[in-house]
């Protein structure tokens, strides 16, 4: 049974694969390659105007939750993976996938800001909102936040889970059941404290946790920095299958390399639109550019590290999916973690299980926290308020399953998980092909605006487009609070926006 889920997952990944290139691609061109030209935007945007308002999250805040969203056990183990299985050339693609996926990210992005709603004071956003909106099909957003409220209460949360027991119990001998209470009450004191408990969490550990892996991937390189160039070299050659090693496998490359991008990003796949239909900004745009930047924290940072590591110290297997031996560096060891443990054993062999351990279990628990926000964003759509009661039951099933999925085997709840995946990642990148418009026609509008030295603003009508409730009310509200204003100054710099 388990395997007939998993070949109905694969299928659906191919699926998203073959969707999610041409799209980045697609959405780049058009974007007129706004990874590169606003780059330095991106992070001008971090900063916001400074205040937290009532209800919304400063773009910080939605960063962090994105992050802590997008990097989890996919960034160690799953690179791993492309690497064992597709070669160091995997990791050409990967970083590839991920700078056209930073334009996708932005569209998804930019239409969670345009139509988002406020529900009990809060302001809400992602797939099922604009789904609605941009349809004007209830039922059609009523799927999609079904689906997405089992995968991120149930199924989700397993998968990351599984990684915390296995980790703890290889990494620092401890007992499964115990990993599994401490994770489980941690869990429970976080999610139950409500939003702002949530991103105090995410804003605390996320910056902690992301920059203590890159110093330590940092350290590995510096120890081992006779053999980097080498090691970027054989990236490149092994990606267009030139090395004589490798040049076999470049079909492997290329499928391991962009499926682990699109797995760890989930760019396209709808996930960084619940963070970022919360955030509270003046132009939807600017939602959507620090978006694209978590894309390259996400892989092109972290994931990277990792590959890096393990390229460079020899620390990875590789062979095809048929079996077929390519290269053995680690006799007897799987891909997985174990690689990366074993590339940071080269520094200091007694701190690498710990190490490893702990990151495991620090990125995968900030993911559950994340999908815990995912969760009830969806809950709230398909309700309509926040219920109490409903929220303390999701909340129950997710503590339960996380205990669960600590201390049991969860290979159904990993295939399940890929199943829903595919299904929401299909459906948010055919409406998406259909839709990219919209976000585009927001995105001319916001260069325009910086090029005239304003703050940009947006209004929605003016655009013409329509069913955008939240802005076309707040417009009507209050327009002196939107009104496009001269940017604030400084010498020999536009400053383009406050947000």
Not at 107 to 116: D, F, G, H, M, P
Not at 193 to 207: A, D, M, T, Y
Not at 380 to 385: E, I, M, R, T
Not at 477 to 483: I, K, T
Request: charged share 15%.
């Amino acid at each position: 049974m388990v395997d007939s889920i998993y070949a109905i997952g694969d299928t659906m990944w191919l699926v998203m694969l073959f969707l999610a290139m041409p799209l980045g691609v697609y959405l780049t061109v058009r974007s007129r390659f706004l990874q590169v030209r606003l780059f330095v935007d991106m992070i001008r945007q971090l900063k916001g105007d400074g205040k937290e308002r009532e209800g919304g999250l400063t773009p910080f805040q939605a960063l962090m939750l994105t992050i802590g969203n997008r990097v989890g056990v996919g960034n160690i183990a799953g690179v791993a993976t492309a690497i064992g299985f597709g070669g160091p050339g995997a990791l050409f693609w990967m970083g590839l996938m991920a700078f056209f996926g930073a334009a996708t990210a932005f569209v998804e992005s930019t239409l969670a800001q345009i139509y988002k709603q406020r529900i009990d004071g809060e302001l809400q956003g992602g797939v099922p909102y604009y789904l609605e909106k941009i349809t004007q099909k209830r039922w059609l957003g009523m799927v999609a936040a079904a689906i997405a409220l089992l995968l991120y209460t149930l199924l989700a949360p397993g998968v990351q889970a599984t990684n915390i027991g296995v980790a703890a119990e290889f990494g620092l001998g401890a007992p499964t059941w115990v990993v599994g209470l401490i994770v489980t009450a941690i869990l429970g004191i976080i999610i139950w404290g409500g939003r702002q408990r949530v991103l105090k969490f995410v804003n605390i550990v996320v910056p902690i946790m992301a920059v203590g892996y890159l110093l330590m991937a940092v350290v590995v390189l510096a120890v081992n920095f006779t053999q980097v160039p080498a090691a970027i070299g054989l990236i490149f050659t092994s990606a267009f299958g030139v090395d004589s090693v490798f040049g076999g496998i470049i079909g492997a490359a290329i499928a391991w390399g962009v499926r682990r991008a699109l797995f760890s990003n989930v760019a396209g796949v709808g996930e960084g639109t619940y963070a970022a239909g919360a955030a509270d900004v003046s132009h939807p745009a600017k939602q959507g550019l620090v978006q694209s930047f978590s894309i390259y924290i996400d892989t092109l940072g972290v994931c990277m590290a990792t590959g890096l590591m393990l390229v460079v110290t020899g620390a990875y297997n590789v062979i095809t999916t048929d079996g077929t031996t390519i290269q053995t560096n680690l006799p007897g060891v799987a891909a997985g973690p174990n690689f990366t443990q074993e590339a940071i054993a080269t520094v200091w062999e007694p701190l690498a299980g710990p190490f490893i351990a702990i990151a495991i279990a620090m990125f995968a628990l900030t993911t559950i926290v994340a999908f815990y926000f995912i969760a009830e964003a969806n809950l709230a759509y398909l309700v309509g308020h926040r219920n109490r009661v409903l929220v303390r039951i999701m909340e129950v099933a997710l503590l339960a399953m996380t205990f669960y999925s600590t201390i049991q085997d969860a290979s159904l709840v990993w295939a399940t998980a890929d199943i829903g995946y595919g299904a929401l990642g299909i459906l948010n990148f055919t409406i998406l092909i259909f839709t990219s418009g919209i976000a585009l026609k927001t995105l001319k509008d916001y260069d325009q605006q910086r090029a005239a030295g304003l703050d940009p603003v947006f209004d929605p009508v003016k655009l013409g487009i329509k069913h955008a409730d939240f802005w076309e009310e707040l417009n009507a509200g209050d327009s002196s609070v939107l009104a496009p204003r001269p940017a604030q100054r400084t010498p020999g710099r536009r400053h383009a926006s406050r947000d």
